[in-house]
């Protein structure tokens, strides 16, 4: 989504680009952006119409429209807050019913779990001759800790680049691991969608959700989807006490 963007080009470039002041103005003011006119950022920004116009395109957003778009979606992602806590209750209460509810989602989740499909999906990481790793949103911290995990297991892996635009070099065996917990992935970014189609590498989707757009899907078969992102790090966290 675009928040990652921002972050990634607030973490690459010069302070003084036209680009770095554009991010910085969306991270700290993306709720405004629906009812901002081009010539509002502009302003803000201290820089021209034009120079936010080819900032937008190099955000990888066709034009103003499109742009203004994947920031609707940036703020309903930021704004769809989960509910686990009751205000009419106490805290204790309130820790007690989490953990209860969490626990049996745990034990859902591991019942009907495939054990077949869970293995195959070790045995092509462990088969591998390198790991690619890729994730967009929240879904990328489980990417970081697998990255962290796999290189302690002295297993080749990078970490893809948040729009998977660099030209990676895949060679025989190599495996392209994607997490999308809740399928958003495939909702908001058609556009990287149809570039991680087009690579030319075996790829692995771990999701929530009845996906089939990848050489192999494992669906993590969950009860309630309020504790999808739990579910996802407990699978995440076999597959690695399993390698």
């Known amino acids: ?6 972050n990634d080009i607030l973490n690459s470039q010069v302070e003084s680009s036209s680009l770095s002041a554009l991010c910085l103005f969306l991270k700290d003011n993306i709720k405004m952006i629906p009812q901002l006119t081009i010539q509002d950022i502009a302003k803000a920004c201290h820089i021209s119409k034009g120079q936010v116009s080819k900032c937008i395109k190099m955000l990888d957003y066709k034009n103003y ?23 009419t209750q106490s805290e204790k209460e309130n820790i007690n019913a989490f953990t209860k509810y969490l626990v049996q989602e745990i034990n859902y989740v591991s019942q009907h779990l495939s054990m077949d499909e869970l293995m195959k999906m070790i045995r ?7 790991v690619y790793l890729y994730a967009r949103g929240d879904a990328r911290s489980y990417c970081y800790q697998l990255l962290r995990e796999l290189n302690i297991k002295h297993i080749s892996c990078t970490l893809c680049d948040g729009n998977f635009k660099k030209d990676y070099v895949y060679q025989k065996d190599d495996l392209l691991l994607i997490i999308s917990t809740n399928g958003n992935l495939f909702t908001f970014d058609q556009r990287i ?29 969950t009860h309630n989807a309020l504790y999808n992102e739990y579910s996802m790090r407990h699978v995440l966290d076999l597959v690695l006490l399993l390698l």
């Not at 989504?1 to 921002?6: E, F, L, W, Y």
């Not at 609707?72 to 704004?79: A, G, H, K, N, V």
């Not at 092509?124 to 390198?130: E, V």
């Not at 075996?202 to 669906?219: A, G, S, V, Y």
């Open 1 to 6: 989504m675009i928040g990652d963007r921002i």
């Open 65 to 87: 429209e499109e742009f203004r778009f994947a920031c609707l979606q940036q703020i309903d992602s930021l704004t769809r807050h989960k509910q686990f806590f009751d205000d």
């Open 193 to 221: 969608v149809k570039r991680l189609k087009k690579a030319k590498i075996f790829k692995f989707l771990i999701t929530c959700q009845e996906i089939n757009d990848f050489d192999q899907t494992f669906r993590i078969q």
């Open 124 to 130: 092509k990481i462990q088969n591998a001759h390198h």
